[in-house]
């Protein structure tokens, strides 16, 4: 993450740098060609241009003058016709002059917008009075140097730079979080598996020897079935846990008995004196490709979600579907309980994002992270405060994973 910062600011030191420089250039430039008009200007000033016979001399000096503006202007005689121009607009020209002077009359409109022409007053004696009398010899139509065009997009440059280096940074640093969060999880899962498999193994051998000993005993069969269930149940959790982050195969199978496993194992949850219900609406089969033993868990975490946000609701119901949709699977589960808040419906599938006093955090993350990293579908969920709450969860089909 570090390097990702140091490389960054490396790129946009050095593109700034690039630009600054390229600046500094054209304004030397310009420095460059504004005293060269500077000294052709003075040139002008010093010289006995009286003289009808130094037309010519006047003339040239003028070009010159006219061939150091390094920025759009037009120069027009009093009516508006063109007598000179930036030679930036002579790729604009073709080769009728009548046409071209059209065109830099339409430039030097355009200029007009941007800057007020500026007159140049002609000074002669009055041949009576002998006072300086002024006449407007030509106008000059101006624009912005290239330079302050270049100075103008400066700050939007660095800007833009700016927040793309923000939001660059933005992206990986959520995506290093996330990765550090899966992996914590994910390595939580694996050790919990593991501290799992030695107790359950011992638990193992004590109902070996309890149903050697006493499975004789019509009393004892019953507990002793129920403590071979529990058993079994815990070594399946203690292989989910273990299978997290793993990858795993997915094997084209039936779906429907499994999420019927586990409606079933949802009802075992309702408390007795619950007047809750489970609904299922179910066809006889749906194929399609999962992993068994991670998806049950998914299913049997969305009931149990649903149990709990119904207990001490009147007429409580929970309904459990499945259809076929886009070549895969659709998995639904709604229930009418207390709902799920706008503020914590953006973060229920976080890892370690809670509403309940002693959980964990878990369920739903995991629900997430099998669903779409492992199958590569889509867990979402809708919900509002007291509205209960509906999650869904798209498993894809042959043709959608590939």
């Known amino acids: 993450m570090e390097l990702y910062f140091v490389i960054g600011i490396v790129i946009i030191a050095l593109m700034l740098f690039g630009y600054t420089h390229f600046l500094i250039e054209q304004l030397r430039s310009e420095y460059r060609k504004t005293t060269l008009a500077y000294t052709t200007y003075q040139t002008l000033v010093v010289s006995d241009l009286s003289d009808p016979a130094m037309e010519g001399v006047k003339v040239n000096l003028s070009r010159d003058i006219g061939e150091t503006i390094n920025f759009p202007s037009v120069v027009t005689d009093p009516e508006g016709t063109p007598l000179a121009w930036w030679p930036g607009y002579n790729k604009y020209l073709g080769k009728d002059p009548d046409e071209n002077l059209e065109i830099v009359k339409k430039f030097a409109a355009d200029l007009d917008r941007i800057n ?6 002609r000074y002669t004696r009055d041949p009576e009075t002998g006072n300086p009398v002024g006449a407007v010899s030509v106008y000059f139509h101006y624009g912005e140097p290239v330079v302050v065009k270049l100075l103008y997009w400066v700050p939007t440059f660095e800007l833009a730079l700016i927040l793309i280096f923000a939001f660059v940074g933005i992206v990986s640093y959520r995506r290093v979080k996330t990765s550090e969060q899966q992996a914590i999880w994910t390595g939580m899962a694996r050790e919990a598996a593991h501290q799992l498999g030695t107790p359950v193994s011992s638990l193992l051998g004590w109902h070996a020897i309890l149903t050697e000993k006493c499975g004789s005993d019509p009393g004892a069969a019953g507990p002793l079935g129920e403590i071979g269930a529990d058993i079994t149940r815990l070594e399946k959790v203690a292989a989910r846990f273990q ?5 795993v195969p997915l094997v084209p199978t039936d779906i429907v008995p499994l999420i019927e496993a586990a409606t079933a194992y949802g009802r075992r949850r309702l408390p007795v004196s619950s007047d809750a219900e489970i609904r299922t609406d179910l066809p006889e089969s749906l194929i399609v490709p999962f992993n068994p033993l991670l998806l049950e868990w998914v299913i049997e975490n969305l009931v149990k979600n649903a149990v709990d946000a119904v207990q001490g609701t009147d007429g409580g119901l929970i309904n459990v579907s499945a259809v076929r949709k886009n070549g895969g699977v659709e998995v639904t589960v709604s229930d009418n309980g207390v709902g799920i808040g706008t503020r914590d419906l953006d973060q229920i599938f976080n890892p ?3 509403t309940k006093p002693k959980g964990w955090g878990l369920g739903l993350a995991l629900v997430k992270r099998v669903v779409e990293d492992v199958h590569g579908g889509e867990a979402k969920v809708e919900s509002s405060a007291g509205g209960g709450a509906t999650f869904t969860v798209f498993i ?7």
Request: aromatic share 4%.
């Open 352 to 354: 370690g994002y809670t």
């Open 396 to 402: 894809p089909g042959e043709t959608a994973k590939k």
């Open 243 to 247: 299978e997290i982050g793993a990858p």
């Open 116 to 121: 007020e022409p500026i007159p140049i007053v």
